[in-house]
């Protein structure tokens, strides 16, 4: 196995193990087949949503953003687009949640991470319309 199949693995592992429990990516199926710059519109939404990236892997079509501050719930937020292994020429989304713990006594710590749901459906929306194929236009006179 080549070393950027052993790194996509691990990292969608990990996208999946980041989730809760029995948590599952949230499926973007689309009406028609991924458009040949379907990578490139993706990326172009989640940096306009997230601002950073800290993981494009065009060849194996793996898309990751940083942390990112979220006021609804309070917390930091990032997402992950990549081929869905379980249907052929279709994306999955995960959108992970995590919030800060402050104790009476230590240091403040992250919580684990948590799938959201809801910024998932929101962030699959705006892709499938990213991904859209553009109108048939009748050009003849």
């Known amino acids: 196995m080549a070393r950027a199949d052993v790194s996509l693995l691990a990292t969608l592992a990990c996208a999946a193990a980041c989730a809760a429990p029995g948590y599952s990516p949230f499926p973007l199926d689309l009406e028609h087949r991924l ?35 979220s006021q609804d719930p309070p917390g930091e937020r990032r997402a992950s687009v990549f081929l869905d292994p379980a249907v052929s020429d279709s994306l999955a989304v995960v959108v992970e949640l995590r919030r800060l713990r402050v104790p009476l006594i230590g240091m403040p710590s992250w919580t684990e991470p948590r799938g959201d749901a809801a910024a998932e459906r929101a962030l699959a929306e705006v892709l499938r319309a990213a991904l859209a194929e553009p109108a048939d236009v009748d050009v003849t006179p």
């Not at 379907?38 to 892997?57: E, G, S, W």
Request: charged letters at 30%.
């Open 35 to 69: 458009p040949a710059d379907a990578f490139d519109r993706c990326r172009d939404v989640l940096l306009r949503r997230f601002v950073t990236l800290t993981r494009t892997d065009r060849q194996g079509f793996l898309i990751q953003t940083a942390w990112a501050p």
